[in-house]
């Protein structure tokens, strides 16, 4: 079951923050976070697989809730370089695959 | 240490003719993933692999598509008889053990059929 990621599209000045959430139905087993830019392949950011756990640096961070159903990832004091597609993979086990979410295209304007 | 090989980078095929898709995993990665993306979509799992076993191939289209991970050489996603739907970038994924780690990907093959 694919996980929900919310907003579709995110407009920032540079300087600004962001938000981008990714929600489940059901408890995962862990969540991971990707950026995509155009006409590249994504690039891995981070694997949350705790529930409450926080993780990144002060700039690009994300969390995963107590019921491991959802995972928020924060871009702070956002970049030029920080525009592309953020994808959520999720995953129910140790040992299968992981199903994406649509994206967030996020796009940073000077 | 290079990262996830895909050849070819761009790939057309006329309606009918075969497509082949390599990929090579990182160095010490024993498992594979295939994604297929339409353009400005999400990435929708085909199949996982690991050396010489299809471990889940729940996202491959019953017909016409198959994917082998043989004990020596890379993976292959190879589609028959190919459709102008089929027109995508396919990106294959590797991972040191499942999926504690996540993924990295390559640079896909984008397919073409005219």
């Known amino acids: 079951q694919q996980p929900v990621q919310s907003p579709q599209a995110v407009i920032l000045r540079e300087g600004e923050d962001a938000v981008i959430n990714c929600s489940s139905s059901k408890a995962l087993y862990s969540v991971h976070w990707y950026r995509q830019k155009h006409g590249e392949a994504p690039v891995f950011l981070m694997i949350?697989?705790?529930?409450?756990e926080q993780k990144g640096h002060e700039k690009i961070s994300a969390s995963f809730n107590e019921k491991k159903q959802q995972s928020s990832l924060y871009l702070t004091a956002s970049q030029l370089s920080y525009s592309g597609t953020y994808f959520c993979?999720?995953?129910?086990?140790?040992?299968?695959?992981?199903?994406f979410g649509d994206g967030t295209t996020l796009t940073v304007k000077p | 240490n290079a990262g996830v090989m895909q050849n070819p980078r761009h790939l057309v095929r006329r309606r009918g003719q075969e497509a082949r898709l390599r990929c090579s995993p990182m160095k010490g990665h024993s498992h594979v993933y295939w994604y297929r993306q339409l353009p400005e979509e999400g990435l929708k799992f085909m199949v996982y692999l690991q050396k010489e076993n299809i471990i889940d191939e729940s996202g491959m289209p019953k017909e016409r598509f198959s994917a082998e991970f043989p004990k020596e050489g890379p993976s292959i996603l190879r589609i028959q008889q190919v459709v102008r739907g089929d027109s995508a970038a396919y990106f294959c994924?590797?991972?040191?053990?499942?999926?504690?780690?996540?993924?990295?990907f390559g640079s896909g093959t984008r397919l073409t059929v005219v």
């Open positions: 993979g999720i995953s129910r086990g140790n040992a299968g695959k992981s199903t």
């Open positions: 994924a590797s991972s040191p053990l499942g999926e504690t780690y996540g993924y990295t």
């Open positions: 949350l697989l705790k529930g409450g």
